[in-house]
C-alpha cells in the first residue's frame, strides 16, 4: 500500500470492495457516455472485480473509495517478457488534481520489475480528457494505433 498524501491509500481491490467500486463505475460511464448515469452495480462491480484478466487498483481519500485505475498484465511478444495495459482510471470530480490518478500509475510503474514489465502502455479514449493530458505529460506517444470492430453498439460521445 502507498500514500500519496497522509488521507490517501492506494492498493489493490478485492471482492468486499465491490459495493464502493460500484458508484465510481457508474460515475466513469456517466463521464465517457454522457447523459444520465446508471445505477450503480453492485453485481457488476464483483463481476469485475472476480475477472481473472483484470486488476483494479483504488485510491482511499480518508478511507473512502475515490478513484480506481484497471490494468491488465500481457504477454510481450516484441520482448519476450511481459507488459501492463492501463485502460480505465477514473477519480471522482471534486477529488481531481490533488495526484490520485498520477499516484496510482507511479504505483503501476513501480510494479515493472517484479512483474517482468517490458512497458507499461496507458491508453484512454479518444475524446479530450483529463487522463488522456496526464498520460501525455507521464509516458511518450505510442509505436501503434489502435482500430475497433464493436459487436455492442456504444461509444463515447
Known sequence: MERVAPDIEIALLRLDD????????SAYNQD???????????????ALLQDPAAEILGARLDGRLVAFL??????????GMRS???EHIFVEHKNRRMGIAKAMID????????????????????????ARNLYARVAEPADWTTYVIRFVDREPN
Open 32 to 46: 465517457i457516455f454522457r447523459g444520465a448515469p446508471p445505477a450503480p452495480d453492485s453485481y457488476y462491480a464483483e
Open 70 to 79: 484497471m490494468f491488465y498484465d500481457l504477454p510481450d511478444p516484441w520482448t
Open 107 to 130: 504505483l503501476l510503474a513501480e510494479q515493472a520489475d517484479r512483474r517482468g514489465w517490458s512497458r507499461l502502455v496507458l491508453r484512454s479514449p479518444r475524446h479530450p480528457g483529463i
Open 18 to 25: 465491490a459495493r464502493e467500486l460500484a458508484p465510481l463505475l
Open 84 to 86: 501492463g495495459l492501463a
